[in-house]
């Protein structure tokens, strides 16, 4: 078994998830995949290998793997379409304002007491800094 493999089964049984054949691929896709995909490219790519998961089971099983804490929707301005991401790690995102790229930054932490004051009574579970700007490849490009 791959190391992959093996984090992915652990992920699966951590989130008491069934890793069924279509959930298990989606899973399998986005932790692989460079890119923070749509819905559709995820059911593009798996369907390569195995054509029987149409876009409602793609959907469905991202909805499972959301719900579960393994997979979530990145927050991407102006994009019409959602763009998924396999939080096996957990990281930030920096979203490039020129291109449309989005890119993981390695994961920091930051103080919640630091902001304790504008949260007020709300009870965070979670969070996640978006970073916004130009990526390095549209910076060089404006250099030159």
Known sequence: MSKLNAELARAFRTASLRPTTQRYAVLE????????????EI?????????????ATVYNN????????LVREVVS????????DAQLHRHHH????????IE???????SVSAGRAALGKRNV????????GACA???????K
Do not use: M
């Open 29 to 40: 896709f986005l932790a692989k995949s460079p890119i923070h995909a749509t819905a559709d």
């Open 43 to 55: 059911c593009a790519a798996i369907n390569r290998s195995d054509p029987r998961a149409s876009r």
């Open 62 to 69: 991202l909805r499972a793997l959301s719900r579960a804490g």
């Open 77 to 84: 301005d102006g994009s019409k379409a959602a763009r998924y």
């Open 94 to 101: 920096f979203h490039c304002e020129q291109c449309g790229a």
């Open 104 to 110: 993981d930054i390695p994961w920091f932490d930051i």
């Open 125 to 132: 579970r979670d969070y996640e800094i978006v970073f916004r």
């Open 137 to 143: 490849r549209c910076r060089s490009e404006v250099t």
